[in-house]
């Protein structure tokens, strides 16, 4: 069984940083593709950014040049650095690891970003 437990959510100031970090244990297949979603309120869930186990990276249009995505394979850990945040990057950030055709999703952690 798969778990991700995410962590680094809460309350910031627009232009703030915050930096959200997601564990998986369990059996993981080497090959994989670790990510972050996030949903706002009344909007459906979507891609934030994702990296793969070779260290190929994908970001939404509206966070490229704030966010940064990185994995450490051996803890099994991803890592997303955002920066600058703004007030329409609140909601609740999932995470997300891919292997082959599953999926399997953290519980979720929210970020506000509000003065």
């Known amino acids: 069984q798969v778990q991700l437990v995410e962590s680094g959510g809460g309350l910031v100031q627009p232009g703030g940083s915050l930096r959200l970090s997601c564990a998986a244990s369990?059996?993981?297949?080497?090959?994989?593709?670790m990510g972050w979603y996030r949903q706002a309120p009344g909007k459906q869930r979507e891609l934030v950014a994702a990296?793969?186990?070779?260290?190929?990276?994908n970001y939404a249009d509206s966070v490229k040049g704030r966010f940064t995505i990185s994995r450490d394979n051996a803890k099994n850990t991803v890592y997303l650095q955002m920066n600058t945040l703004k007030p329409e990057d609140t909601g609740v950030y999932y995470c997300?690891?891919?292997?082959?055709?599953?999926?399997?999703w953290g519980q979720g952690t929210q970020v506000t970003v509000s003065s």
């Open positions: 990296v793969t186990s070779g260290g190929s990276t």
């Open positions: 997300n690891l891919k292997v082959v055709r599953l999926d399997y």
């Open positions: 369990g059996s993981i297949f080497r090959i994989n593709t």
